[in-house]
């Protein structure tokens, strides 16, 4: 429909009613951004479970201590980084190659970060690259929930167009004739030619009804489920910094026992080399406790490269200076107790399975599959939706000339419903939303089953290790001894030095143990929190 008188009242209302629009928009789309999400009404399928904006990357502060849950050791923010490190701030293989002109790596020196497990954990929460993307891809889903919100609301359009022909023309009551014009016109929509309404409107609005409706509830889901998806890339990233910094403890710890294992055997091969020059003993002892050495200074080479390995991988995980080099606090290693191995399995996972932010995920993901069906259940019903407002200056002549320019309002609303291909395109439309549908609910029973595997191997990987501790404490103990008997026997003039051979070998291997088996314990710990979707705060 086309109206042009100047004092219509209908032009002075839809005019009135865009432009308090327009400042209604501006003046709300920054609060809206920052607390509508916090305020509005749960998504309908899911109950009580809110969407949240997500909170600003946490990093330690003085005025915030940070706790390892469970653990109850709480460290302060101020002895993170110790005084031998002051100034010294992580920076990332992106940050070093951008600074000044490309900064040489091999001459920056190789900076000292000391650590413990709880300033580890605080690091990864506050400066990780996963989580980081993680919540950038949240901001993009909230964006466009922002946008769908405000789908019906109309756009501003404002120009000028000028148009001219020369030649002929088919008039409405079909006669040819030959016509040499121009117009011009300028203000809110352009493009108006002849008797035809704008066709690039000033003030438009176009949508499909469904749209309007059902993708602000997609949208609302796709937005919790990234939320939900930076719990767990969070939680991951915890478990990832956990474990590498446990297994630099242990090749720390490793690297100890091989140095002492070394010095054992060099002090061991000199007796028997002595007591071979004098005749007291075999030339044999002297040669086999020689090798002994030798196989243990390899041991040593291995412990190091150990070290450097997992210095590595912790520094990746912390997205710290790729030279830096983390030197653990803890002086030896010590179970960490974070869930009672005595849970039943059944009360784990009834734990792990509500608790868990990827099936949280995978819940929104389902309920948006819903409602993209729905929105294709209800196309064929609903409209699409134009409507366009013009108010500007028009003038146009013959020939070139561009005069009579007057004012020129146009308003036009249209509303089509469409059937796609005869309706074969919208029963193919709905049967492909509900196919998404059931791959969604099949890939939440699937995250049910890898949830329920995860908590049950972890725990009784922690019932099994707990019990490992003892024994391997009560081996390290028997070969201490073992290794003190035989050495005071040898300071005793009884026996022969090479008889110590086995004890040093045992000695190595019982304390080997015993790191391996603690900090295979503490992982498991570990693994079986994150199992459960318990955050490490």
């Given at each position: 429909?086309k109206?042009?008188?100047?004092?219509?009242?209908?032009?002075?209302i839809?005019?009135?009613?865009?432009c308090?629009?327009v400042i209604?928009i501006?003046?709300?789309?920054?609060p809206?951004r920052a607390?509508?999400?916090l305020?509005?009404n749960?998504?309908?399928?899911?109950?009580?479970q809110?969407?949240?904006?997500?909170?600003?990357t946490?990093?330690?502060?003085?005025?915030?201590p940070?706790?390892?849950?469970?653990?109850?050791?709480t460290?302060?923010?101020e002895?993170l980084v110790?005084?031998?490190?002051?100034?010294l701030?992580?920076?990332s293989v992106?940050?070093?190659?951008?600074?000044?002109?490309?900064?040489?790596?091999?001459?920056?020196?190789?900076?000292?970060?000391?650590?413990?497990?709880?300033?580890?954990?605080?690091?990864v929460s506050?400066?990780?690259?996963?989580v980081a993307?993680?919540?950038?891809?949240?901001?993009?889903?909230?964006?466009?929930?922002?946008?769908?919100?405000?789908?019906?609301v109309?756009s501003i359009?404002?120009?000028?167009?000028y148009?001219?022909h020369?030649?002929?023309?088919?008039?409405?009551?079909?006669?040819?004739?030959?016509v040499?014009?121009?117009?011009?016109q300028?203000?809110?929509?352009?493009g108006?030619?002849?008797?035809?309404?704008?066709?690039?409107?000033?003030?438009v609005?176009?949508?499909?009804?469904?749209d309007a409706?059902f993708?602000p509830?997609?949208n609302?889901?796709?937005?919790?489920?990234?939320?939900?998806a930076?719990?767990?890339a969070m939680?991951d990233?915890l478990?990832?910094?956990?474990i590498?910094y446990?297994?630099?403890?242990?090749?720390e710890?490793l690297?100890?026992?091989?140095?002492?294992?070394?010095?054992?055997?060099?002090q061991?091969a000199?007796?028997?080399a002595?007591?071979?020059?004098?005749g007291?003993?075999?030339?044999?002892?002297a040669?086999?406790?020689?090798?002994e050495?030798?196989?243990r200074?390899n041991d040593v080479?291995?412990?190091?490269?150990e070290?450097d390995?997992a210095n590595?991988?912790l520094v990746?995980v912390?997205?710290?200076?790729?030279?830096?080099?983390?030197?653990p606090?803890?002086?030896?290693?010590?179970?960490l107790h974070?869930?009672?191995p005595d849970?039943?399995?059944?009360?784990?996972?009834?734990?792990?399975?509500s608790?868990?932010?990827?099936?949280?995920?995978?819940?929104h993901?389902?309920?948006?599959a819903?409602?993209?069906y729905e929105?294709?259940?209800?196309a064929p019903?609903?409209?699409s939706v134009?409507?366009?407002l013009s108010?500007?200056?028009?003038?146009?002549?013959l020939?070139g000339?561009i005069?009579n320019s007057?004012?020129?309002?146009?308003?036009?609303?249209?509303?089509?419903?469409?059937?796609?291909?005869?309706?074969?395109?919208?029963?193919?439309?709905?049967?492909?939303r509900?196919?998404v549908?059931?791959?969604?609910?099949l890939?939440?029973?699937?995250?049910m089953d890898?949830?329920?595997?995860?908590i049950?191997v972890a725990?009784?990987?922690?019932?099994?290790?707990?019990g490992?501790?003892a024994?391997a404490e009560s081996?390290?103990e028997a070969a201490?001894?073992?290794y003190?008997?035989?050495?005071?026997?040898?300071?005793?003039g009884?026996?022969?030095?090479?008889e110590?051979?086995?004890?040093?070998?045992?000695l190595?291997q019982a304390?080997?143990?015993y790191?391996?088996?603690v900090v295979?314990?503490?992982?498991?710990q570990?693994?079986?929190h994150?199992?459960?979707?318990?955050?490490i705060?």
């Amino acid at each position: 429909m086309k109206h042009r008188r100047k004092s219509s009242p209908l032009r002075g209302i839809l005019t009135g009613a865009c432009c308090a629009a327009v400042i209604a928009i501006a003046g709300c789309a920054g609060p809206q951004r920052a607390g509508s999400a916090l305020r509005r009404n749960p998504p309908p399928m899911l109950g009580q479970q809110q969407l949240q904006r997500l909170p600003p990357t946490t990093t330690a502060t003085a005025s915030a201590p940070v706790r390892l849950a469970a653990m109850q050791v709480t460290l302060e923010a101020e002895s993170l980084v110790p005084a031998t490190a002051a100034g010294l701030r992580p920076r990332s293989v992106a940050e070093v190659m951008a600074q000044g002109g490309g900064e040489d790596i091999s001459d920056a020196g190789q900076p000292t970060m000391q650590l413990d497990l709880t300033s580890t954990l605080a690091m990864v929460s506050g400066q990780s690259p996963v989580v980081a993307h993680a919540a950038a891809r949240y901001e993009e889903a909230y964006a466009r929930l922002a946008a769908s919100k405000v789908l019906w609301v109309p756009s501003i359009r404002a120009g000028v167009s000028y148009h001219h022909h020369d030649g002929n023309l088919q008039a409405s009551g079909g006669a040819i004739a030959d016509v040499n014009r121009s117009s011009f016109q300028g203000g809110l929509g352009v493009g108006a030619v002849g008797a035809g309404t704008t066709p690039v409107p000033g003030v438009v609005a176009q949508f499909h009804a469904s749209d309007a409706i059902f993708q602000p509830r997609i949208n609302e889901h796709a937005a919790s489920a990234r939320s939900h998806a930076v719990d767990a890339a969070m939680n991951d990233s915890l478990l990832d910094g956990a474990i590498a910094y446990l297994e630099l403890l242990r090749a720390e710890q490793l690297r100890a026992v091989a140095n002492e294992t070394l010095a054992n055997a060099n002090q061991l091969a000199k007796l028997t080399a002595s007591f071979a020059d004098t005749g007291q003993g075999a030339q044999a002892d002297a040669d086999r406790a020689k090798t002994e050495a030798a196989i243990r200074t390899n041991d040593v080479a291995r412990a190091e490269e150990e070290v450097d390995v997992a210095n590595a991988r912790l520094v990746e995980v912390l997205s710290a200076d790729p030279y830096t080099r983390i030197v653990p606090t803890e002086p030896v290693v010590v179970p960490l107790h974070l869930i009672d191995p005595d849970h039943g399995s059944g009360e784990l996972l009834a734990m792990g399975l509500s608790s868990r932010p990827e099936l949280a995920e995978a819940r929104h993901l389902v309920n948006e599959a819903v409602h993209r069906y729905e929105r294709e259940r209800y196309a064929p019903l609903l409209p699409s939706v134009l409507l366009g407002l013009s108010d500007g200056s028009f003038g146009g002549g013959l020939g070139g000339n561009i005069g009579n320019s007057a004012n020129r309002f146009d308003f036009d609303a249209v509303a089509f419903w469409e059937l796609r291909n005869f309706g074969f395109g919208e029963r193919a439309a709905r049967d492909e939303r509900w196919s998404v549908y059931e791959q969604r609910q099949l890939e939440e029973v699937r995250l049910m089953d890898r949830v329920a595997r995860e908590i049950n191997v972890a725990h009784a990987q922690v019932r099994s290790r707990k019990g490992q501790i003892a024994v391997a404490e009560s081996a390290v103990e028997a070969a201490t001894e073992s290794y003190e008997r035989n050495t005071t026997r040898i300071k005793e003039g009884v026996g022969l030095p090479i008889e110590t051979l086995q004890a040093i070998q045992a000695l190595d291997q019982a304390r080997r143990e015993y790191v391996r088996t603690v900090v295979d314990y503490n992982a498991a710990q570990f693994r079986l929190h994150r199992a459960l979707g318990w955050a490490i705060q």
